[in-house]
């Protein structure tokens, strides 16, 4: 249920997603090989709630704690969930190809959309969803360094991370349109943030944390991607979806495998003709469906 055509702002918003999102992959990868990813996922859990308390403080009367459950959907669907898959992947798969799977998400979002949601699509979308496909299976497929060779079931969690992101973004779409993005995601996490610390206990992620001998170094990892990734990002990508719509919102991963592999490049990730390729399919179905 859009509100209106995206503005040059609504493109700047998703342009900047795609960066913050695509660094994303790799600071997980790097996190991943000094804690697990149960431990990171806590850790970065324990610390988005830690910067959201104060969020919640400041917009406590503009929350609307009667949506209790649409809320606990944000914060499992929206951040813990994924978050724990995608550092699982992130062992087994390079964070180019993670970006790249993640651009499934519209996919997920217009099916569950349409089938529960009541979404109305139209045939720009269906044929933007298409190409994005198209240019996301070029670069899976076709791509020699995407390692998806033994990798499925990993590959796999990435997928099914998409579809919890899908659940979230349909949510917000549907019943928390009018709330204050910032406000969404704090109260979220107010609901669930004493689970998070009970699990990074759980997990031993604190001994970790002051044991390894990278633990700090992993910490500031996980740091930029609660700062980032979940706090700074999620704000963003809940105003982009009260803006505009659940489609051009989840959009954004359409951006994310161009984003992740020019920064997998940094991390001796190679880009080819193929990427180039990939990429450009994969904008030209961005370009039509929000149309």
């Given at each position: 249920m859009p509100n209106r055509p995206p503005s040059a702002l609504d493109w700047f918003v998703l342009l900047l997603l795609a960066v913050i999102w695509g660094a994303s992959f790799l600071f997980i990868k790097w996190s991943v090989a000094i804690f697990s990813p149960i431990q990171m996922a806590m850790w970065r859990?324990?610390?988005?709630?830690?910067?959201?308390?104060?969020?919640?403080?400041?917009?406590?009367?503009?929350?609307?704690?009667?949506r209790w459950k649409a809320l606990l959907v944000v914060a499992f669907c929206g951040s813990a969930i994924?978050?724990?898959?995608?550092?699982?992947?992130?062992?087994?798969?390079?964070?180019?190809l993670a970006g790249i799977l993640n651009s499934l998400t519209p996919l997920f979002t217009l099916i569950l959309g349409v089938s529960f949601f009541?979404?109305?699509?139209?045939?720009?979308?269906?044929?933007?969803?298409?190409?994005?496909?198209?240019?996301?299976?070029?670069?899976?497929?076709?791509?020699?360094?995407?390692?998806?060779?033994?990798?499925?079931?990993?590959?796999?969690?990435?997928?099914?991370?998409?579809?919890?992101?899908?659940?979230?973004?349909?949510?917000?779409?549907?019943?928390?349109?009018?709330?204050?993005?910032?406000?969404?995601?704090?109260?979220?996490?107010?609901?669930?943030?004493?689970?998070?610390?009970?699990?990074?206990?759980?997990?031993?992620?604190?001994?970790?944390?002051?044991q390894h001998k990278d633990g700090t170094k992993g910490l500031s990892y996980i740091?930029?991607?609660?700062?980032?990734?979940?706090?700074?990002?999620?704000?963003?990508?809940?105003?982009?979806?009260?803006?505009?719509?659940?489609?051009?919102?989840?959009?954004?991963?359409?951006?994310?495998?161009?984003?992740?592999i020019v920064l997998g490049a940094f991390d001796e990730e190679k880009i080819g003709w193929i990427d180039l390729c990939g990429t450009a399919v994969i904008l030209a179905g961005l370009y039509i469906a929000r149309k």
């Amino acid at each position: 249920m859009p509100n209106r055509p995206p503005s040059a702002l609504d493109w700047f918003v998703l342009l900047l997603l795609a960066v913050i999102w695509g660094a994303s992959f790799l600071f997980i990868k790097w996190s991943v090989a000094i804690f697990s990813p149960i431990q990171m996922a806590m850790w970065r859990m324990v610390f988005a709630t830690a910067i959201y308390m104060p969020v919640a403080a400041a917009f406590w009367s503009k929350i609307d704690w009667k949506r209790w459950k649409a809320l606990l959907v944000v914060a499992f669907c929206g951040s813990a969930i994924p978050n724990f898959l995608f550092a699982v992947a992130g062992q087994h798969v390079n964070s180019s190809l993670a970006g790249i799977l993640n651009s499934l998400t519209p996919l997920f979002t217009l099916i569950l959309g349409v089938s529960f949601f009541g979404m109305l699509f139209t045939r720009n979308k269906i044929i933007g969803i298409a190409l994005g496909m198209t240019g996301t299976i070029v670069l899976v497929f076709f791509n020699s360094k995407s390692a998806v060779e033994g990798n499925f079931y990993y590959a796999g969690l990435c997928v099914l991370a998409t579809v919890a992101y899908a659940i979230n973004a349909n949510t917000v779409n549907t019943w928390l349109r009018d709330q204050h993005p910032a406000a969404i995601a704090s109260a979220a996490f107010v609901l669930t943030g004493w689970m998070f610390i009970f699990g990074l206990w759980y997990s031993e992620g604190w001994q970790v944390a002051w044991q390894h001998k990278d633990g700090t170094k992993g910490l500031s990892y996980i740091f930029y991607l609660a700062a980032l990734g979940t706090v700074g990002g999620s704000i963003l990508y809940f105003w982009l979806l009260q803006r505009t719509s659940a489609i051009f919102a989840t959009s954004v991963t359409y951006l994310l495998p161009v984003s992740a592999i020019v920064l997998g490049a940094f991390d001796e990730e190679k880009i080819g003709w193929i990427d180039l390729c990939g990429t450009a399919v994969i904008l030209a179905g961005l370009y039509i469906a929000r149309k």
